[in-house]
Structure formats: structure tokens, C-alpha cells
């Protein structure tokens, strides 16, 4: 089935540093990725959609120049969190949808960022 | 805006249970809807999906039925084994668009 690896799977960063965190979508193009975030105990809030060769569209309260996205090719989305802080501290997921329409999406394992 | 509404968790239970965790929705238009699995220290897994009213979504023994009279999509098993044990997260998406997920329900099952 569709696969989507998302590296780094954990990752511990200093208070001001950037952390860039990959999507990969490993058979199948993925025209359109989706970067959530999930605090504990809750649920996965949307934050951005991120279009192959396009600017990538954040949701709402969601900081563009704070969470960088990058969607350069087909099957990979990058997510840079810059000038990290404690508060971005958090559990990051990625998905890719293998297809259109109601496709389900295929997500990949997460990353769990603690900024000290 | 579009919505889910789990119930809240968590949910505990003996082996060979049986198990709902109840699911609405809120959407403005017809959305699909599906139901998520996390198993711990995992990434999220589709479990099952229904694309329109009255469809039932089913997989390893799951189901549930896809409900726009009462907005739901309740999620049942009819005896749940210790390796259930996850985070189940109800999500609804109209038009393709990304996922809308319900705040999700820990289920404990002990032997």
C-alpha cells in the first residue's frame, strides 16, 4: 500500500535554532501534502496545505514565516520550523493523498520536536 | 465551519467486549467520513471510511454506518481483544480536502 516516511522521527533542538522536518510520499505522487499538528491529548489541527510548485496555504493563526513549507517535487514536502521555541514543542504529522477526490490520506509515523 | 465531535475517553474494557465510541459531525456540504487508528507509538492508520449516507465502512472487525439523518458515524466492535488498544480518531473531508479530525478517543482493553 501507499507509504509516506516522514523523517526525522524525533528530534531535540535549542531555543533559536531551525528544525526541518521531511514528507515523503515513497510510491506514489503526491500533488498535495497536509502538515498537522498534534499536542498531547489532543487532536490534529491542520496546518497547512502544501501544493507541489506552489505556495503552500496556511490555516488560520497558523505563522507562514515561522513554519516554512517547501513542496519542490512530487513526492517530497518539507516543513522548517525556525527560530524554534519551547510553545513549538509538539508532535508533527504529514499526510499525502494517493489520488483525488475521497482518497484517503496516508500519513507518515510523525515527528516529536521538544525545543529546550 | 465543519466539525467533529467524539466522545470523550477514556474508554475502558474487558477483553470480548463490546465497543461504540460515538462520532457527529457537523459539515455544510456531504462530506466523506472516516475513522483513524494510532496505535501507540505509531502514525496513524485508515481503519475504515463510508463515502455517502447509509454506507457502511467496515475492517478487522469494525464498522460503522455512515448516518445523515443524525449526522453520526459511530464506530462499534462487537468483542474488542487487548491488541484494540489505540487512539481512534473520527475525520470527515468534503471535496477532497484535507482531513477534519474529532479531538479522538483512547480505548484501553485489559485481559
Known amino acids: 500500500g501507499a507509504v509516506v516516511s516522514q523523517h526525522p522521527s524525533w528530534v531535540i533542538c535549542k531555543s533559536g535554532t531551525s528544525v526541518k522536518i521531511e514528507c515523503r510520499s515513497l510510491?506514489?505522487?503526491?500533488?498535495?501534502m497536509f502538515w498537522y499538528r498534534q499536542f498531547p491529548k489532543q487532536s490534529l489541527m491542520l496546518m497547512a496545505t502544501?501544493?507541489?510548485?506552489?505556495?503552500?496555504?496556511?490555516e488560520q493563526g497558523v505563522e507562514k514565516d515561522k513554519f516554512l513549507i517547501n513542496h519542490a517535487s512530487l513526492t517530497l514536502s518539507t516543513l522548517t520550523v525556525t527560530s524554534a521555541h519551547p510553545e513549538d514543542s509538539s508532535f508533527y504529522i504529514c499526510?499525502?493523498?494517493?489520488?483525488?477526490?475521497?482518497?484517503?490520506?496516508?500519513f507518515g509515523n510523525g515527528t516529536r520536536l521538544t525545543v529546550t | 465551519g465543519d466539525s467533529v465531535t467524539q466522545m470523550e475517553g477514556p474508554v475502558t474494557l474487558s477483553e470480548e467486549a463490546f465497543l461504540t465510541i460515538n462520532c457527529t459531525y457537523t459539515?455544510?456540504?456531504?462530506?466523506?467520513l472516516f475513522w483513524y487508528v494510532q496505535y501507540p507509538g505509531e502514525g496513524l492508520q485508515l481503519l475504515l471510511k463510508?463515502?455517502?449516507?447509509?454506507d457502511k465502512g467496515s475492517n478487522k472487525g469494525f464498522e460503522a454506518t455512515y448516518r445523515k439523518e443524525t449526522t453520526s458515524f459511530h464506530l462499534e466492535k462487537g468483542s474488542v481483544q487487548v491488541s484494540d488498544s489505540a487512539v481512534y480518531f473520527c475525520?470527515?473531508?468534503?471535496?477532497?480536502?484535507?482531513?477534519?479530525f474529532g479531538k479522538g478517543t483512547t480505548l484501553s482493553v485489559s485481559s
Open positions: 499526510s499525502a493523498r494517493d489520488g483525488i477526490g475521497v482518497s484517503p490520506l496516508h
Open positions: 510510491d506514489f505522487q503526491a500533488t498535495t
Open positions: 502544501s501544493n507541489e510548485g506552489s505556495k503552500a496555504t496556511y
Open positions: 459539515a455544510t456540504g456531504y462530506p466523506s
Open positions: 463510508a463515502t455517502k449516507a447509509d
Open positions: 475525520a470527515l473531508s468534503e471535496a477532497g480536502t484535507a482531513l477534519i
